[in-house]
């Protein structure tokens, strides 16, 4: 039987409560919008294939709490990502500010190399805009990062920003197993030698064969 998919990817979203995480991942996975607020407790996932250079790349699509007594659960996940999405609301300044703290927490609890994405969200609410385009466009800039603003319920950018995220992994991890196919070949070795290992895999290597819910 044909492989399903050619990749896992496993993505995790960040960023305050209310900014509208949840609704991200549903309207990517399931496309579709609820208004009613319901605060995720603890971690969450859902997934979707996508087509990405002609590979089939399924993704896992981790929805942390926003809520501060969920820290210690959800810093746990964010070893085993690949991809993290920080969102904020443009209509909430605060959501925005508290990014500086998002990319700390990433960068104390997350793989090194990890791709990051920033998302101004709820981008339908332009008459209650609090934060501009440039300034967010400015922050990702400073951090190196791509940045879209999109709306989950009004479907903008939603596809395009986790697209992007995954074509950014599948190249990147393209551009690995190259060099470690290369640093693997070393010098050469003599005959009947013990087998080595090989170079360590990457900490947030696929997992195949069936879904690997654990942290990390
Ligand atoms: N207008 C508008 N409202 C949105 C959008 N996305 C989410 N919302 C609303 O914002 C509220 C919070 O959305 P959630 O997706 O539950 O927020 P969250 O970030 O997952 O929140 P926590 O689970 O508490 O961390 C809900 O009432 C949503 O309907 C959007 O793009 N536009």
Not at 42 to 52: E, L, Q, S
Not at 96 to 121: C, D, H, P, T, Y
Not at 180 to 185: H, I, T
Request: hydrophobic share 40%; proline share 4%; with cysteine.
């Amino acid at each position: 039987m044909a492989k399903a998919y050619d990749h896992l990817f496993k993505l995790l979203l960040i960023g305050d409560s209310g900014v509208g995480k949840t609704c991200l991942i549903i309207r990517f996975a399931e496309d579709n919008f609820n208004s009613t607020y319901i605060s995720t407790i603890g971690i969450d996932f859902k997934i979707r294939t996508v087509d990405i250079e002609g590979k089939k790349i399924k993704l896992q699509v981790w929805d942390t709490a926003g809520q501060e007594r969920f820290k210690t659960i959800t810093t746990a996940y964010y070893r085993g990502a690949m991809g993290i999405i920080l969102v904020y609301d443009i209509t909430d300044e605060k959501s925005f500010e508290n990014i500086q703290n998002w990319m700390k927490s990433i960068k104390e609890n997350a793989s090194a190399g990890v791709e990051r994405l920033l998302l101004g969200n709820k981008c339908d609410m332009e008459a209650r805009r609090k934060v501009q385009w440039e300034r967010a466009d400015q922050l990702a800039r400073e951090h190196g990062i791509r940045f879209f603003e999109t709306s989950a319920k009004s479907s903008v950018n939603v596809d395009e920003a986790f697209s992007s995220l995954a074509r950014d992994i599948l190249l990147k991890s393209g551009a690995r197993r190259l060099v470690s196919r290369e640093m693997a070949a070393g010098p050469p070795v003599p005959p009947c030698s013990p087998a080595t290992s090989g170079p360590p895999s990457a900490p947030w290597a696929e997992r195949r064969g069936g879904l690997d819910l654990s942290p990390g």
